[in-house]
């Protein structure tokens, strides 16, 4: 069994799919729990000499000038936690809550949020026994952290809420009694510690980006095989072009459409003028590299602003134990390089499907494509391929509206203390369904190109193609007559999902 050992500073996204997709264990380092100890000492000794301090011993947000008595300190930590439980909508996925509890887990091992280590341990085990709070996905607004989903999550670690454990759901109490784990008694300072902080639009992030990184491989390989059914021309791959405009992205996907098609005897076959008189193909053919390029260097942006939160303390106020022991109240909880990375995100999938989207209604419409209308014979009696286009059509139009910014979007909360927030939360909620449809129009894609490769037999496509073809034709056999093709769409989206035809590439 893979054990995740996490300190807060060496997290890794490849850790984050172990934890969250998989069934790895995770263990706090020994070198985390001294730090947090040591920074638990100084809550410890500011309680007992009364210093007024914002969360330990103080109201929370507009009411942070209310002087908290210290026997009330355990119940101002059990208040916070219950009143800020009030997420709505449906519940987050067991994959995308155990990404959380990992992330909170790790942030919290960092050991500048004062809380004991028990807290993190106790994370940990309800991982190891999959004890799995339900959160709702909606009610944050990306500011003080995602408050509301996280205080669901830590209303569990407390024996109340609600959790899934062994597939059902149960009152959180009982989730825990049955997984023979103690619900904790929250001490200074740690309600707030368990619910301040990025953890649910990072987790939603950190799974998108993997998925997205799979889907611009995927592109690629579907684009690779309509260029030969669109018999277009590789011309516009020559790395000279790519490195006459150095951008990565770029000469990546100029290399892999290369490698695809190499091989390739539909190429060859109508090389010469008098064979094809086309002297250049549609843009969206001709500058794949480019806009699937775009893309991809978006991607490495995201990965690079996701990796430093992973590792990030984003708990308010800091706890500083070296030194002078200072608490400092700040803003790291803020998340709005989330919210603008999500938002590069979504424009990244729209741009994505909408250019597959062209790539179809080209292949599918007989005045471009140089293929039977609809890519079936007998068309009129057949309708072919015609309304996969519209499908197609629908998910990338979908995804265009899908793709408006949400963090240039504020709403004042907490009697307008907090008056600028990110929408975070909310931005990195919408990449699911922007996933699925593009994973839906990369399916529509790679079948209509399979089709009409089919259609220039006994021509055969470039070799490494011919694995891409190989692997729709094991899930969705050529379409002779009409049929429906949603199963066939939802059966090429599983490989998809499961990356083979990303595996092609490497």
Same mark, same amino acid.
């Given at each position: 069994?893979?054990?995740?050992?996490?300190?807060?500073?060496?997290?890794?996204?490849?850790?984050?799919?172990?934890?969250?997709?998989?069934?790895?264990?995770?263990?706090?380092?020994? /070198?985390?729990?001294?730090?947090?100890?040591?920074?638990?000492?100084?809550?410890?000794?500011?309680?007992?000499?009364?210093?007024?301090?914002?969360?330990?011993?103080?109201?929370?947000?507009?009411?942070?000038?209310?002087?908290?008595?210290?026997?009330?300190?355990?119940?101002?930590?059990?208040?916070?936690?219950?009143? +800020?439980?009030?997420?709505?909508?449906?519940?987050?996925?067991?994959? /995308?809550?155990?990404?959380?509890?990992?992330?909170?887990?790790?942030?919290?091992?960092?050991?500048?949020?004062?809380?004991?280590?028990?807290?993190?341990?106790?994370?940990?085990?309800?991982? !190891?026994?999959?004890?799995?709070?339900?959160?709702?996905?909606?009610?944050?607004?990306?500011?003080?952290?995602?408050?509301?989903?996280?205080?669901?999550?830590?209303?569990?670690?407390?024996?109340?809420?609600?959790?899934?454990?062994?597939? $059902?759901?149960?009152?959180? *109490?009982?989730?825990?009694?049955?997984?023979?784990?103690?619900?904790?008694?929250? $001490?200074?300072?740690?309600?707030?510690?368990?619910?301040?902080?990025?953890?649910?639009?990072?987790?939603?992030?950190?799974?998108?980006?993997?998925?997205?990184?799979?889907?611009?491989?995927?592109?690629?390989?579907?684009?690779?095989?309509?260029?030969?059914?669109?018999?277009?021309?590789?011309?516009?791959?020559?790395?000279?072009?790519?490195?006459?405009?150095?951008?990565?992205?770029?000469?990546?996907?100029?290399?892999?459409?290369?490698?695809?098609?190499?091989?390739?005897?539909?190429?060859?076959? +109508?090389?010469?003028?008098?064979?094809?008189?086309?002297?250049?193909?549609?843009?969206?053919?001709?500058?794949?590299?480019?806009?699937?390029?775009?893309?991809?260097?978006?991607?490495?942006?995201?990965?690079?602003?996701?990796?430093?939160?992973?590792?990030?303390?984003? &708990?308010?106020?800091?706890?500083?134990?070296?030194?002078?022991?200072?608490?400092?109240?700040?803003?790291?909880?803020?998340?709005?390089?989330?919210?603008?990375?999500? &938002?590069?995100?979504?424009?990244?999938?729209?741009?994505?499907?909408?250019?597959?989207?062209?790539?179809?209604?080209?292949?599918?419409?007989?005045?471009?494509?140089?293929?039977?209308?609809?890519?079936?014979?007998?068309?009129?009696?057949?309708?072919?391929?015609?309304?996969?286009?519209?499908?197609?059509?629908?998910?990338?139009? /979908?995804?265009?509206?899908?793709?408006?910014?949400?963090?240039?979007? *504020?709403?004042?909360?907490?009697?307008?203390? /907090?008056?600028?927030?990110?929408?975070?939360?909310?931005?990195?909620?919408?990449?699911?369904?922007?996933?699925?449809?593009?994973? *839906?129009?990369?399916?529509?894609?790679?079948?209509?190109?399979?089709?009409?490769?089919?259609?220039? *037999?006994?021509?055969?496509?470039?070799?490494?193609?011919? !694995?891409?073809?190989?692997?729709?034709?094991?899930?969705?056999?050529?379409?002779?007559?009409?049929?429906?093709?949603?199963?066939?769409?939802?059966?090429?989206?599983?490989?998809?999902? +499961?990356?083979?035809?990303?595996?092609?590439?490497?």
């Amino acid at each position: 069994m893979t054990t995740v050992n996490i300190n807060g500073n060496n997290l890794t996204f490849e850790d984050v799919y172990a934890v969250a997709l998989g069934a790895a264990e995770v263990s706090l380092a020994a /070198e985390a729990r001294t730090r947090m100890e040591a920074s638990r000492a100084v809550i410890d000794r500011l309680v007992a000499s009364e210093t007024s301090v914002y969360g330990v011993n103080t109201g929370f947000g507009d009411l942070a000038e209310v002087r908290i008595s210290r026997d009330q300190i355990r119940q101002l930590q059990l208040n916070l936690v219950r009143s +800020h439980a009030c997420g709505v909508g449906a519940p987050l996925s067991e994959t /995308e809550t155990r990404a959380i509890m990992l992330l909170r887990a790790n942030a919290l091992a960092k050991g500048l949020s004062g809380v004991r280590p028990v807290l993190v341990e106790t994370l940990c085990t309800m991982l !190891k026994r999959g004890v799995h709070p339900v959160i709702p996905a909606q009610g944050s607004v990306g500011a003080s952290g995602d408050l509301a989903p996280l205080a669901h999550l830590a209303q569990v670690v407390v024996g109340e809420g609600e959790a899934t454990y062994n597939g $059902e759901r149960l009152a959180g *109490s009982e989730a825990m009694k049955r997984a023979g784990i103690a619900p904790l008694v929250l $001490e200074a300072k740690e309600g707030l510690s368990l619910l301040n902080g990025t953890q649910g639009m990072l987790a939603l992030a950190c799974l998108a980006l993997r998925e997205a990184e799979i889907l611009v491989d995927t592109a690629d390989v579907a684009t690779s095989l309509s260029l030969d059914a669109l018999r277009g021309s590789p011309a516009a791959f020559d790395p000279r072009i790519a490195a006459a405009r150095p951008f990565p992205g770029a000469a990546t996907t100029a290399s892999n459409l290369i490698r695809l098609n190499a091989g390739s005897e539909i190429r060859e076959s +109508h090389r010469s003028a008098e064979r094809d008189p086309r002297v250049q193909d549609a843009y969206s053919l001709r500058c794949a590299p480019q806009v699937h390029g775009a893309v991809r260097d978006a991607l490495a942006h995201i990965r690079a602003i996701l990796s430093v939160e992973l590792n990030s303390a984003t &708990d308010n106020p800091l706890v500083f134990a070296a030194g002078t022991g200072e608490v400092i109240s700040g803003g790291n909880f803020h998340g709005q390089p989330l919210a603008m990375a999500a &938002d590069q995100l979504a424009v990244a999938l729209a741009t994505l499907g909408g250019i597959s989207e062209r790539r179809i209604e080209h292949m599918t419409n007989p005045h471009t494509s140089l293929l039977p209308a609809f890519l079936t014979a007998q068309a009129g009696l057949n309708s072919g391929f015609m309304i996969a286009q519209v499908t197609a059509a629908a998910l990338a139009s /979908e995804n265009k509206a899908l793709a408006a910014p949400h963090s240039v979007d *504020s709403i004042p909360t907490s009697g307008n203390q /907090e008056d600028y927030v990110s929408m975070g939360m909310s931005a990195a909620r919408r990449l699911r369904p922007m996933l699925d449809n593009l994973r *839906s129009i990369l399916a529509i894609e790679l079948l209509a190109a399979c089709q009409g490769i089919d259609l220039l *037999s006994p021509l055969r496509t470039g070799t490494l193609a011919q !694995k891409a073809h190989a692997q729709v034709r094991s899930v969705a056999k050529k379409v002779e007559e009409d049929r429906s093709l949603a199963k066939d769409i939802d059966a090429v989206g599983a490989l998809i999902t +499961h990356g083979n035809f990303q595996t092609i590439l490497r």
